[in-house]
């Protein structure tokens, strides 16, 4: 077990509809990341923040968003969504998000987009 | 552009069959290259980390070592249990303050008794 908490385990939804999933970090941890995992494209990196701020984006659809709150559990918001979506959404979050830091991963949400 | 390649992309072993994982790498500064693995279906589990060529690391049955291009991961005398797929990934900068693991496709490995 990493610490690292993310609901839902499984997600079934439509296209067109829009879903929110939730990570809560390490306890200590300050930066998330999310990162996308389908069959074809391996492990993708989404999006990282830090303390509340975004920090770095990547390769990140303009329907997807994402936010920190104050007590540093992270939300990634998927809306419009399309067949191509389905895959599992991982978490991980790390003490300082610096360049050397050790990404812990959480158990992820297989989004299943129908 | 940073980048990660994994071989063999399977893998089937005997017990007790010894073998290595292959993950070579072109990024611009190393900052640290990680080992994971993922059992179907779960998140990565961390195994180790290293940082500057000549580095090794052991675990139980998995050694990681590290040169300038590639890093290995030697399984010794593996076991069932041992099957799943792992990770290399390298972290790269973004922007200036941001950060992000370069995954590879991973090894899947399995062994069988």
């Known amino acids: 077990d990493s610490g690292v908490t993310q609901t839902p385990k499984h997600l079934i939804t439509a296209t067109g509809q829009r879903v929110t999933l939730r990570c809560s970090p390490r306890s200590g941890d300050l930066s998330v990341y999310w990162y996308q995992q389908s069959l074809d494209q391996g492990l993708q990196f989404l999006i990282q923040y830090y303390n509340g701020e975004e920090r770095a984006k990547g390769n990140i659809l303009e329907r997807f968003s994402a936010q920190q709150f104050p007590d540093l559990h992270s939300e990634l918001n998927l809306s419009s969504l399309e067949l191509g979506d389905s895959a599992l959404y991982f978490c991980?979050?790390?003490?300082?998000?610096?360049?050397?830091?050790?990404?812990?991963f959480g158990p992820g949400t297989r989004l299943t987009v129908l | 552009e940073d980048q990660v390649t994994q071989s063999p992309e399977a893998l089937r072993l005997q017990e007790g069959e010894s073998s290595s994982l292959n993950c070579s790498y072109t990024v611009s500064g190393l900052r640290g290259l990680f080992w994971y693995r993922q059992d179907p279906g779960k998140g990565p589990e961390f195994l180790f980390t290293?940082?500057?060529a000549g580095e090794e690391k052991e675990k139980e049955r998995l050694k990681a070592t590290l040169t300038k291009k590639e890093s290995f991961l030697h399984i010794t005398a593996p076991k069932p249990e041992d099957s799943a797929t792992y990770l290399c990934?390298?972290?790269?900068?973004?922007?200036?303050?941001?950060?992000?693991?370069?995954f590879g496709k991973g090894t899947t490995l399995s062994v069988s008794s």
């Open positions: 990934a390298v972290q790269a900068s973004f922007n200036q303050a941001g950060t992000a693991l370069i």
């Open positions: 991980a979050s790390s003490a300082s998000g610096g360049i050397t830091d050790t990404q812990y």
């Open positions: 290293l940082y500057s």
